[in-house]
């Protein structure tokens, strides 16, 4: 047997330079050279073996080429396929071209069979590889194809093997080779064919189908050459080439990079595959019998031409049975896998059902949560400001609003600690359930703050409630074996217009403001003059601020005034604010603003300084010491002590020279543990000369027992008592009044009477023995300047 496989176009890097475009341009002029070549061998066999050995050379560059820029040279399938293109090279060139056609040796043409059988085998093994399905598939492919191959050789055993068997042909070695190499086309037809199945319409699979068809068509003309004793006919030669040149172009096509993963098999037929397995199993078979019985003469008959139909035939009918059995295993096999995926999946929807179970209850917990107070159980803030949006949906229905503080609950959680304090929270909660009615919305605000929300409800029933509030909370609580009592403050809003739950709460937390203000265990209703008033404090608030900055604040002084000579000892520094382009705000107004600010600190620390440098002159030239009003947030700072000491140093003032007057009403607002550190900070500043006054003695409840603990120097009496001194009934305010300055006298403290306004009261006050007195009989508060003019007089003398 002879047979070439020459190429198309010359193996150059330029020639597929680009990878779109380079193997059309391969397909076009290698078509023109496949059909031109074998003519060209028939006219001029030296130029025109020549030029089928170079396309061959090209058609084995093609495939290197293709393969490698598809990134498939390191598949075995490829390199096996490679190996045959290669060998065929060798074998039509070397062997049948050079050995057998030019130098006539038969030994090359024994070698040219074997190249042919080693170069098919090559090709069958690599088509094997790259069409093998993995696991179960894999015998499914070896059936598929070998139906197919099975369905084709009865039609080529019918019409051409046996044809040429009944008509004698001589069986050389070349037609005995040449039938070898049939039945191992039809094995691969049969391989391709299951591919062409599987793998659908890829450009580089419909290339390879074709190229290996058209081998089958050329080695099919060469036996009907061998038979007829002519040398290879165009159709062969030209069916040959055409397998080099498309092998070359499925090697080249693009689509062959995503080739990779060898092509699988289904068990399943689809429903093209079934209708080619029925025409191979019904249609083939009835041809090859009926078509020979119709057209055959007596001279062509022999008793043994239908053995290998029939062995074939069942062949066929073997491997069907075989592909039902495994497609039956495989079905069985699914069925099982489905029925334990179908168990795993009931157990997987047991799962998810408890899953789904314990998220709903942890959503319905963390839903309770989000909502209520983790201590109490009551409603929260958000639920609070929903209630209040749905009841100000609703504008017919009116709106109540309860919003109550526990009054001296920090004392309670300084003292016994906080899980006593938590306790109580529970009790108070447990408290305002019982007294909310259906509809009402109970939360707490947190702290020791709560609210309630009354759908409906008028300022009376709102106030009604309020009151019942008001003595339930009043009832004594034991708490980790105690007995405490509580007292609350409550802001009622009812029968005002509201636009919003924000303004609503900012509203009745003026009223619990006015509440508070009022002293506490009280009610206050709310009223829209409350909150002009703090919409004044906010104005007034913020003007305080920069005050300093733009020297709105002025100190004025009084003197204190000796009795027994009339002469000024001392004088009290107080602060005045007048705001810019305004009237002056009485200290009364603004001093508590101060406080509850925190501005007192700053303004403290000014009016410290403004003293201390008006007083170095006074001190200097006459003696006189200077007061000056602290207070409690002064005195709780930790730097208060080195401010006061840093002052005097700067006005070179004498510490004796210098007065810190503090209220007994400052100490009664404090604990016990700030009280102790304000008597520390008192102490550490008398150990350096300064001294230290208790204003307002006499109108607290413990003024004794501070007198014991507190450094104190002077004892200022309120006014109350001067007043009283003068009235019809005064004997009792004259034994107290005179008790108190002899019990300071006794405890080495100097005594000022304040609010002295007339000559009367200033006689009884010398007659007790009282040293100092202070008020508008000597002198009311006058600046800096008019102190140096009063420093040279007696006022006392002068106003008798």
Sequence with gaps: MSQTFPGAVRATGSSFADKSRGWLAYLLIGGVLTVVAPLLTAVLPGPGLMALGLLQAASVAAVVIGVRRNGLADQWSWRLITAAAAVSFVEGTLFQGIGWYWLQTPAFNLLSHLGTLVSYGLALAGLALLGLGSGGSRWISLIDGAIFSVGVSMPFWTFLVDPLIDRGATLNVDIVMAMTILAVDLIVFGMVARMLFDGGRLPWLIFLAASFALLLVGDTAHILDLAGGQPNSPLAITAWLGWALLIGTAALHPSLAGARQRLTSSAFSGRARVTVFFAMALLSPLACTLIPLIFKTDEFVNPYDDVALILLTVEMAVLFVVRLNIIAGVAESRAVALDEQAEQLIAQTAKLTVALHKQESLQRRLSHRASRDPLTGLANRTVLNEALQE??????????????????????????????????????????????????????????????????????????????????????????????????????????????????????????????????????????????????????????????????????????????????????????????????????????????????????????????????????????????????????????????????????????????????????????????????????????????????????????????????????????????????????????????????????????????????????????????????????????????????????????
């Design 391 to 800: 009841s100000l949906a609703d504008a017919e229905t009116p709106l109540a609003l309860l919003l109550l503080d526990l009054d001296g609950f920090k004392d309670v959680n300084d003292t016994f600690g906080h899980p006593v304090g938590d306790e109580l929270l529970s009790q108070v909660g447990r408290r305002l359930r019982g007294i909310a009615s259906p509809g009402h919305t109970l939360a707490r605000l947190g702290g020791d703050e709560f609210a309630m929300v009354l759908p409906g409800a008028d300022l009376a029933t709102a106030t009604a409630v309020a009151q019942q509030i008001l003595h339930a909370l009043q009832a004594p609580y034991r708490c980790a074996g105690r007995e405490l009592h509580l007292t609350t403050s409550i802001g009622v809003l009812a029968g005002i217009p509201i636009a919003s739950s924000s303004e609503a709460l900012r509203d009745v937390d003026m009223a619990l403001y006015a509440a508070k203000s009022a002293g506490k265990n009280q009610i206050a209703t709310f009223d829209p003059a409350l909150r002009e008033a703090r919409m004044e404090h906010a104005r007034l608030t913020t003007g305080l601020r920069q005050a300093i900055a733009q020297n709105e604040l002025t100190l004025n002084y009084q003197p204190v005034v000796s009795l027994g000579n009339g002469e000024i000892t001392a004088v009290e520094a107080l602060l005045r604010w007048t705001p810019e382009g305004g009237k002056p705000v009485r200290p009364d107004v603004f001093i508590p603003i101060a406080e509850e600010t925190g501005l007192i600190v700053p303004i403290g620390l000014w009016v410290l300084e403004q003293a201390c440098a008006d007083a170095r002159r006074w001190h200097e030239e006459y003696g006189i010491s200077v007061t000056v009003n602290v207070s409690g947030r002064q005195l709780r700072d930790e730097s208060f002590s080195d401010a006061v000491l840093g002052v005097l140093e700067r006005h070179r003032l004498p510490e004796q020279a210098l007065v810190l007057e503090i209220t007994e009403s400052m100490l009664l607002a404090t604990t016990p543990a700030e009280t102790q550190r304000i008597i520390s900070v008192l102490a550490l500043l008398r150990e350096h000369g300064v001294r230290i006054a208790l204003d307002d003695f006499g109108t607290g409840y413990s003024s004794l027992a501070y007198l014991r603990t507190l450094p104190v120097d002077v004892l200022k009496i309120d006014r109350s008592f001067t007043t009283a001194l003068t009235e019809a009934d005064h004997h009792q305010t004259h034994a107290f009044t005179k008790a108190i300055v002899e019990l300071a006298g006794s405890l080495n403290l100097r005594t000022v009477v304040e609010g002295v306004e007339s000559g009367e009261q200033a006689g009884i006050l010398q007659r007790m023995g009282c040293p100092l007195a202070q008020g508008y009989l000597f002198s009311p508060p006058v600046p800096a300047h008019r102190i140096d003019d009063l420093l040279h007089l007696t006022p006392w003398q002068d106003a008798a």
